[in-house]
């Protein structure tokens, strides 16, 4: 699930589940960004700190962390779903590549 899925009371326990592990993750020195793109990052994550990820997917998955387990498949696709949650890429400081118009140019006139 995407944190957008997550609303009212369930929000914010999910928020409040997230914190520690994200914590422990962002805070690795590991982890360290040195101007590596946003796959070197997440892949560090995954290296670095595997019992935090799994705790983030657990509590994405929104089933108890405890007796959690995830295969090399799964993991890989839950890896890239997280590119298509802003929000979630927020949290571990990275923001996503994505293009921020896919419409018309925009114009700026001055009178």
């Given at each position: 699930m995407k944190l957008r899925d997550f609303k009212g009371?369930?929000?914010i326990q999910v928020v409040g589940k997230l914190l520690l592990p994200i914590m422990n993750i962002v805070g690795n020195?590991?982890?360290?960004?040195?101007g590596r793109g946003i796959i070197q990052q997440v892949s560090g994550?995954?290296?670095?700190?595997p019992h935090d990820v799994m705790e983030v997917l657990a509590i994405l998955d929104d089933v108890p962390v405890e007796g959690y387990e995830i295969n090399a498949q799964t993991a890989l696709q839950r890896l890239l779903s997280w590119f298509d949650d802003p929000e979630l890429l927020g949290l571990f400081g990275l923001q996503s590549k994505t293009?921020?118009?896919s419409g018309s140019a925009t114009t700026t006139t001055t009178e």
């Open positions: 009371e369930k929000g020195p590991e982890n360290a960004g040195d994550f995954f290296t670095n700190n293009p921020t118009s």
